[in-house]
């Protein structure tokens, strides 16, 4: 079984350039998520999606992230314009579905980002 | 308020010996328990979980976690450890009873094994 596919694993920009992540989740996963995890410190959720839908976007910085699931499997995740902050490991998990909150997640190797 | 804490940013232990990685969580209802490991330059991968019956889980890799109710913690451990154990470890706690349903990390402990 192929496991969660992220592109690309490294990414380096400058402050105020823009930047796009993809995630392919695990076949027949409905529920993906989007973290950002600074270096040395725990994953923090930034999006879940269930299928197509937006389940939970609290901690998503909506005045320069978005994200997207249009036809409930692949993802992108982006940030127009990006900051020094934004420097991070961005994850994409996936699970079976998010009913009941049972389900392991799944983790690609994740995206390394650096702003300069 | 959801939270779980790892006490420890890092454990050292000889090859062999017995290792203990420390969760605590704080829920309103039922919780339901995640170990992670992480090695340099990968994602997450799961360890074993914990969601109801018996107080003892057995995961990947030989590890198991037990379940304490009382004392609200969920530890991790391997009867020997090897050297390439050596990573880094996150406990995830859910209230299995918050339609919500997010997972809440720990800021995760560094293990060492020593040869």
């Known amino acids: 079984e192929a496991g969660v596919a992220q592109s690309p694993r490294y990414k380096i920009i400058e402050k105020r350039q823009s930047v796009a992540f993809w995630c392919n989740p695990i076949?027949?996963?409905?529920?993906l998520y989007w973290y950002q995890q600074i270096l040395g410190q725990g994953p923090k959720l930034l999006i879940q999606f269930q299928n197509n839908g937006v389940v939970d976007d609290s901690q998503l910085p909506k005045d320069r992230f978005s994200a997207e699931r249009l036809k409930g499997v692949d993802s992108t995740l982006k940030i127009q314009p990006a900051k020094l902050e934004d420097s991070a490991v961005y994850l994409c998990?996936?699970?079976?579905?998010?009913?009941?909150?049972?389900?392991?997640?799944?983790f690609g190797p994740g995206t390394r980002l650096t702003v300069t | 308020a959801q939270s779980v804490a790892q006490p420890e940013d890092q454990v050292n232990v000889a090859e062999g010996n017995p290792l203990t990685v420390k969760c605590t969580y704080s829920v309103s209802g039922n919780p339901y328990l995640f170990w992670y490991v992480q090695y340099p330059n990968r994602g997450l991968q799961f360890l074993l979980k914990?969601?109801?019956?018996d107080n003892l889980v057995k995961g990947s890799y030989g590890f198991e976690a037990e379940f304490n109710k009382s004392q609200t913690s969920f530890h991790l451990k391997k009867p020997s450890a090897l050297v390439s154990d050596s990573a880094l470890y996150f406990c995830?706690?859910?209230?299995?009873?918050?339609?919500?349903?997010?997972?809440?990390w720990g800021a995760g402990t560094k293990l060492i094994i020593k040869p």
């Open positions: 076949s027949g996963h409905a529920t």
């Open positions: 998990a996936s699970s079976l579905r998010i009913a009941g909150g049972k389900y392991e997640q799944y």
């Open positions: 995830a706690v859910r209230d299995g009873e918050d339609s919500n349903y997010q997972l809440i």
């Open positions: 914990y969601i109801t019956g």
